[in-house]
């Protein structure tokens, strides 16, 4: 590396350095300086640029540089367009340009990205990308495609384009932010002339002067702006403030055709139209039926406008400076729509509340100086006079002598300032000289510059009638409680206490002079006695909440006694007074009804047990007549998991039986309530295990707590983890004999075993052993009816019978059957020279070969003698000589132990297949399958051969 690559590294470093303070700082003042995003995007960009080309400068090799070059280009691509768009923010110019320019000048940055990653193929950026060597640096050098001059040019508008934009922003701005301008005018001005110099092909193109000129820049802008306070603060946006005002505003020259200048969004919502498609346009064209008829005159004018149902007050200033061409007026819109509103319904309240004295149903009288000097038609009729006969006569000539005297007395009290009622009682005089119940109220109201009384009169006849009942009727009730039983209780609406009888008093222990004590305090008298006074009280706010219904209700005392609780409405005349309670003692009645509960329970209880052991007994009946009539043990074994599920309501069952060694136990089958499984596990012999202790103790064990420590593996299962909370284990029993183990699994908390559950097992296992030990019998005798004894391979007759059934299977489905004849070779020889004990382990040797060897689908029998056949269904010709030669091979291998030496037999086999064309029988492809067999005898033995036609 020469001296000359230390300025330039550090040049970019300072680059790198200041473009990330630079973004940082941006980032954090992005709420108060104007497009904060856009001056971080200009610092990560210059991150990117100079970083790139610092590593760029630094790696080895053409292709590693051409990856950093491309990567540089990020930022090259990314800067211009971010000062671009500060610039419009700073300026606030942003609100004049489309949002979809903004795309279309995005395009040209990332189709250059993409052609510089692709330019190897395409040529349009570099052309002949190499290596020059400049000051003892290896630099990428290349010829200037016409890719790169486009975007050379382009680069180079956007950026005059916001330079131009911060000096139009110069010379409007105030000094101090002139100062911050200028200083973002130098930071960016010095790189742009180093791009230019390339450009101009002043600099090669292989020296990138933007990044280096970047890190001279940079530091001085940074500087700069700091000492301007850049970060803190920064000129504002006065359609900010028009935005935020809460009324509609609208600014119109006047001397241009009434044209639009700009407005805020609240006009853009009055006059349902965008910003940008107003400004520039006529105010007739949105507002037509709008006559603007303002001078330089008139300075100021307020019009009433009506729009889309809103009212508006139109505020229009004139705002011109003098000795200007311009004649520009701002124009307010107020909204006056809810002072409309208001003012009409201020009028239509005046007319309402006439209306409702004239109307109202209760007399209304105004007095001044002891004369009426106003009523309404009620007051008229009340007193049978015509509206007109009672203006100007003395308001004591209406009342009777007794009402005058309380009137005076309660004057008297108010003048001394003493409390009187807001309403008195007394009777006025009708014109025919009756007398007049009423409820009369007096206030003093100022009217017409005077003192005056306004007087309101209610007709309280019916009242009166009222009171008079209501008082009989409750003399009537204190009577009739009084004699009763039961205790009463009598409230009104407030919850205050009419009425009571003695026998409440004894009945709760209240004391003589109950009712005298303050509310709520009398009524804890009686919660306290209860053994849930809160439910009695939400108990009794329902009740209150409906008060015109009946409830009954059943209160339990502390000490021991229960009251029955009801409860009506109490109606006097019609209308609905309070609520009437009655108490009554069902303390011994209750004890009664207990008693027969438990003896109805109890029969119940009995009467379900009985029916549960009958059900049981049933079901154990229909389990021993099911398995007893299968004898295949498959299906004793499935019927006995599915009966054990259904008698005991559990959720899971296994079954395990014990292998012939008697040291494990074969787990075979499971079933839970969805479906049976194969488990095909074995458990070994291990006393700690609770299966083998079920075998060993002969009798079932039952677990229904399996939190605490218990024996180890029941089953395939591992309590502890499986969910199990309840389980049995029972023998399999068959006279002495102990076949197996029967597991029955509960994993819900509801279903705990009972010892019915574990008889029920028991009872089921043990009819379980006898068909399983029947089951095996039967098999055992069938087996013994169609195997050889010997070799235990199908016998003669009955491989016969599945050879036809085969047969007529390929036959009718068009698929291939074959055959295979095998014969010991010299098998007279092994008898004769060890006996014919040795030639029975011989055949049973070969026979157990032929069992591992072949398929399951595939049938062998014991055809006579030492030759035996093998039936192999759906296989070829070709296919059978495969498993034919298998077949040769494992046997010749087999080593048969005799008296500490070992005897080595061959076998010679044929072979042959059914053909679809010809018509033939199970004897005459038997017939083949031997002759092929003979054949390999003849042949040399040991080997197979298929048999051929003619």
Same mark, same amino acid.
């Given at each position: 590396?020469?001296?000359?690559?230390?300025?330039?590294?550090?040049?970019?470093?300072?680059?790198?350095?200041?473009?990330?303070?630079?973004?940082?700082?941006?980032?954090?003042?992005?709420?108060?300086?104007?497009?904060?995003?856009?001056?971080?995007?200009?610092?990560?960009?210059?991150?990117?640029?100079?970083?790139?080309?610092?590593?760029?400068?630094?790696?080895?090799?053409?292709?590693?540089?051409?990856?950093?070059?491309?990567?540089?280009?990020?930022?090259?691509?990314?800067?211009?367009?971010?000062?671009?768009?500060?610039?419009?923010?700073?300026?606030?110019?942003?609100?004049?340009?489309?949002?979809?320019?903004?795309?279309?000048?995005?395009?040209?940055?990332?189709?250059?990205?993409?052609?510089?990653?692709?330019?190897?193929?395409?040529?349009?950026?570099?052309?002949?990308?190499?290596?020059?060597?400049?000051?003892?640096?290896?630099?990428?050098?290349?010829?200037?495609?016409?890719?790169?001059?486009?975007?050379?040019?382009?680069?180079?508008?956007?950026?005059?384009?916001?330079?131009?934009?911060?000096?139009?922003?110069?010379?409007?701005?105030?000094?101090?932010?002139?100062?911050?301008?200028?200083?973002?005018?130098?930071?960016?001005?010095?790189?742009?002339?180093?791009?230019?110099?390339?450009?101009?092909?002043?600099?090669?193109?292989?020296?990138?002067?933007?990044?280096?000129?970047?890190?001279?820049?940079?530091?001085?802008?940074?500087?700069?702006?700091?000492?301007?306070?850049?970060?803190?603060?920064?000129?504002?946006?006065?359609?900010?403030?028009?935005?935020?005002?809460?009324?509609?505003?609208?600014?119109?020259?006047?001397?241009?055709?009434?044209?639009?200048?700009?407005?805020?969004?609240?006009?853009?919502?009055?006059?349902?139209?965008?910003?940008?498609?107003?400004?520039?346009?006529?105010?007739?064209?949105?507002?037509?039926?709008?006559?603007?008829?303002?001078?330089?005159?008139?300075?100021?004018?307020?019009?009433?406008?009506?729009?889309?149902?809103?009212?508006?007050?139109?505020?229009?200033?004139?705002?011109?400076?003098?000795?200007?061409?311009?004649?520009?007026?701002?124009?307010?819109?107020?909204?006056?729509?809810?002072?409309?509103?208001?003012?009409?319904?201020?009028?239509?309240?005046?007319?309402?509340?006439?209306?409702?004295?004239?109307?109202?149903?209760?007399?209304?009288?105004?007095?001044?100086?002891?004369?009426?000097?106003?009523?309404?038609?009620?007051?008229?009729?009340?007193?049978?006079?015509?509206?007109?006969?009672?203006?100007?006569?003395?308001?004591?000539?209406?009342?009777?002598?007794?009402?005058?005297?309380?009137?005076?007395?309660?004057?008297?009290?108010?003048?001394?300032?003493?409390?009187?009622?807001?309403?008195?009682?007394?009777?006025?005089?009708?014109?025919?000289?009756?007398?007049?119940?009423?409820?009369?109220?007096?206030?003093?109201?100022?009217?017409?510059?005077?003192?005056?009384? !306004?007087? &309101?009169? *209610? @007709? +309280?006849?019916? /009242?009166?009638? $009222? %009171?008079? =009942?209501?008082?009989?009727?409750?003399? #009537?009730?204190?009577?009739?409680?009084?004699?009763?039983?039961?205790?009463?209780?009598?409230?009104?609406?407030?919850?205050?206490?009419?009425?009571?009888?003695?026998?409440?008093?004894?009945?709760?222990?209240?004391?003589?002079?109950?009712?005298?004590?303050?509310?709520?305090?009398?009524?804890?008298?009686?919660?306290?006695?209860?053994?849930?006074?809160?439910?009695?009280?939400?108990?009794?706010?329902?009740?209150?909440?409906?008060?015109?219904?009946?409830?009954?209700?059943?209160?339990?005392?502390?000490?021991?006694?229960?009251?029955?609780?009801?409860?009506?409405?109490?109606?006097?005349?019609?209308?609905?007074?309070?609520? !009437?309670? &009655?108490? *009554? @003692? +069902?303390?011994? /009645?209750?004890? $009664? %009804?207990? =008693?027969?509960?438990?003896?109805?329970? #109890?029969?119940?209880?009995?009467?379900?047990?009985?029916?549960?052991?009958?059900?049981?007994?049933?079901?154990?009946?229909?389990?021993?007549?099911?398995?007893?009539?299968?004898?295949?043990?498959?299906?004793?074994?499935?019927?006995?998991?599915?009966?054990?599920?259904?008698?005991?309501?559990?959720?899971?069952?296994?079954?395990?039986?014990?292998?012939?060694?008697?040291?494990?136990?074969?787990?075979?089958?499971?079933?839970?309530?969805?479906?049976?499984?194969?488990?095909?596990?074995?458990?070994?012999?291990?006393?700690?295990?609770?299966?083998?202790?079920?075998?060993?103790?002969?009798?079932?064990?039952?677990?229904?707590?399996?939190?605490?420590?218990?024996?180890?593996?029941?089953?395939?299962?591992?309590?502890?983890?499986?969910?199990?909370?309840?389980? #049995?284990?029972?023998?399999?029993?068959?006279?002495?004999?102990?076949?197996?183990?029967?597991?029955?699994?509960?994993?819900?908390?509801?279903?705990?075993?009972?010892?019915?559950?574990?008889?029920?097992?028991?009872?089921?296992?043990?009819?379980?052993?006898?068909?399983?030990?029947?089951?095996?019998?039967?098999?055992?005798?069938?087996?013994?009816?169609?195997?050889?004894?010997?070799?235990?391979?199908?016998?003669?007759?009955?491989?016969?019978?599945?050879?036809?059934?085969?047969?007529?299977?390929?036959?009718?489905?068009?698929?291939?059957?074959?055959?295979?004849?095998?014969?010991?070779?010299?098998?007279?020889?092994?008898?004769?020279?060890?006996?014919?004990?040795?030639?029975?382990?011989?055949?049973?040797?070969?026979?157990?070969?032929?069992?591992?060897?072949?398929?399951?689908?595939?049938?062998?029998?014991?055809?006579?003698?030492?030759?035996?056949?093998?039936?192999?269904?759906?296989?070829?010709?070709?296919?059978?000589?495969?498993?034919?030669?298998?077949?040769?091979?494992?046997?010749?291998?087999?080593?048969?132990?005799?008296?500490?030496?070992?005897?080595?037999?061959?076998?010679?086999?044929?072979?042959?297949?059914?053909?679809?064309?010809?018509?033939?029988?199970?004897?005459?492809?038997?017939?083949?399958?031997?002759?092929?067999m003979y054949l390999s005898k003849q042949n040399g033995k040991n080997r197979v051969t298929a048999w051929q036609a003619g």
């Amino acid at each position: 590396m020469s001296f000359i690559s230390f300025p330039i590294l550090i040049l970019l470093a300072l680059s790198v350095v200041f473009g990330t303070g630079f973004a940082v700082i941006a980032y954090r003042a992005r709420k108060v300086i104007p497009g904060g995003l856009f001056v971080m995007g200009v610092g990560i960009s210059v991150v990117v640029w100079a970083g790139a080309y610092f590593v760029e400068i630094l790696v080895p090799g053409l292709g590693n540089k051409l990856f950093w070059a491309n990567l540089k280009q990020l930022g090259s691509v990314l800067l211009p367009f971010s000062f671009l768009l500060f610039s419009l923010v700073y300026t606030q110019f942003i609100h004049h340009i489309p949002r979809y320019l903004y795309a279309i000048l995005a395009i040209e940055p990332i189709a250059v990205l993409y052609v510089y990653w692709n330019d190897l193929s395409l040529g349009l950026m570099r052309i002949n990308p190499h290596l020059s060597q400049m000051g003892g640096l290896d630099l990428i050098d290349f010829t200037v495609g016409e890719g790169l001059a486009i975007h050379f040019i382009y680069s180079a508008l956007i950026s005059i384009s916001a330079i131009l934009l911060l000096l139009v922003r110069y010379f409007r701005a105030k000094s101090f932010y002139r100062s911050q301008i200028s200083f973002i005018f130098l930071g960016m001005a010095i790189p742009f002339l180093g791009a230019l110099a390339v450009f101009l092909k002043i600099v090669p193109p292989y020296f990138d002067m933007t990044p280096l000129l970047l890190g001279f820049s940079f530091p001085i802008m940074s500087w700069g702006l700091f000492r301007n306070e850049f970060f803190k603060s920064a000129p504002l946006n006065p359609q900010i403030i028009l935005e935020r005002l809460p009324f509609g505003i609208l600014i119109v020259d006047m001397s241009n055709e009434q044209k639009i200048i700009s407005l805020n969004s609240v006009t853009e919502e009055i006059l349902s139209v965008e910003a940008a498609r107003a400004i520039g346009k006529p105010v007739s064209t949105f507002l037509p039926e709008l006559n603007l008829s303002l001078t330089e005159f008139v300075k100021e004018l307020v019009l009433d406008f009506e729009l889309n149902n809103q009212f508006y007050e139109l505020h229009c200033e004139h705002i011109s400076k003098e000795n200007t061409q311009q004649d520009v007026w701002l124009i307010v819109f107020v909204n006056m729509t809810a002072q409309k509103l208001l003012e009409e319904s201020l009028f239509a309240s005046e007319a309402m509340y006439r209306s409702l004295v004239e109307n109202s149903v209760e007399g209304i009288a105004i007095t001044q100086n002891e004369r009426i000097i106003y009523l309404n038609q009620q007051m008229a009729d009340m007193l049978g006079y015509s509206l007109n006969e009672l203006p100007g006569r003395a308001y004591k000539n209406l009342i009777s002598k007794e009402f005058i005297k309380l009137q005076t007395e309660r004057e008297g009290k108010r003048a001394r300032g003493e409390k009187v009622e807001d309403f008195l009682q007394g009777t006025f005089i009708k014109k025919n000289g009756a007398l007049l119940d009423v409820e009369v109220s007096s206030t003093l109201i100022p009217y017409q510059g005077q003192n005056a009384f !306004l007087v &309101m009169v *209610r @007709d +309280i006849t019916n /009242r009166k009638k $009222y %009171e008079e =009942e209501r008082n009989r009727t409750l003399a #009537l009730l204190e009577a009739t409680i009084e004699s009763s039983k039961d205790g009463i209780l009598v409230l009104d609406k407030d919850f205050e206490i009419l009425a009571h009888n003695q026998r409440l008093l004894e009945l709760w222990n209240l004391p003589s002079d109950w009712e005298k004590i303050q509310s709520p305090d009398r009524f804890e008298l009686i919660y306290t006695q209860l053994t849930e006074p809160d439910v009695i009280l939400k108990t009794r706010s329902h009740v209150w909440n409906n008060i015109d219904q009946e409830f009954t209700n059943e209160l339990t005392l502390i000490n021991g006694s229960v009251f029955e609780e009801y409860t009506v409405p109490f109606y006097i005349t019609g209308e609905l007074m309070g609520r !009437l309670f &009655m108490y *009554r @003692d +069902i303390t011994e /009645r209750r004890a $009664y %009804e207990l =008693e027969l509960e438990k003896a109805r329970l #109890l029969a119940e209880d009995q009467s379900f047990v009985l029916q549960a052991t009958l059900k049981r007994e049933k079901q154990l009946h229909d389990v021993t007549r099911t398995i007893s009539r299968s004898m295949e043990i498959d299906t004793v074994l499935s019927e006995l998991l599915r009966q054990t599920l259904e008698i005991t309501n559990a959720d899971e069952s296994h079954l395990g039986l014990i292998n012939e060694d008697g040291q494990s136990i074969h787990l075979l089958y499971g079933m839970d309530r969805e479906k049976s499984f194969v488990i095909d596990d074995y458990i070994p012999y291990n006393e700690k295990f609770l299966s083998w202790q079920v075998i060993e103790q002969r009798q079932g064990i039952m677990i229904t707590d399996t939190s605490h420590p218990m024996p180890l593996i029941c089953f395939s299962h591992d309590v502890k983890t499986s969910g199990i909370v309840s389980l #049995l284990c029972v023998p399999i029993l068959s006279g002495l004999s102990v076949l197996g183990v029967l597991g029955v699994f509960s994993k819900r908390d509801t279903i705990l075993f009972n010892e019915h559950d574990l008889h029920a097992a028991e009872a089921i296992a043990s009819q379980a052993g006898i068909a399983i030990q029947n089951a095996r019998l039967f098999e055992e005798v069938n087996q013994l009816a169609i195997t050889d004894p010997l070799t235990r391979l199908y016998n003669r007759r009955y491989f016969f019978n599945l050879a036809r059934v085969e047969l007529e299977r390929a036959k009718r489905y068009g698929t291939d059957l074959s055959f295979i004849m095998l014969d010991i070779d010299d098998f007279k020889r092994v008898n004769d020279t060890y006996g014919h004990l040795v030639g029975d382990e011989v055949l049973m040797a070969v026979s157990e070969v032929i069992r591992k060897t072949i398929r399951k689908v595939d049938l062998a029998a014991r055809y006579g003698g030492e030759e035996m056949v093998i039936l192999l269904p759906a296989t070829s010709q070709e296919s059978a000589l495969v498993s034919a030669e298998r077949l040769r091979e494992a046997v010749e291998e087999l080593k048969i132990p005799v008296d500490g030496n070992s005897v080595s037999v061959s076998i010679s086999l044929g072979v042959s297949s059914f053909e679809q064309h010809l018509d033939i029988s199970i004897s005459k492809l038997l017939d083949q399958a031997d002759q092929a067999m003979y054949l390999s005898k003849q042949n040399g033995k040991n080997r197979v051969t298929a048999w051929q036609a003619g």
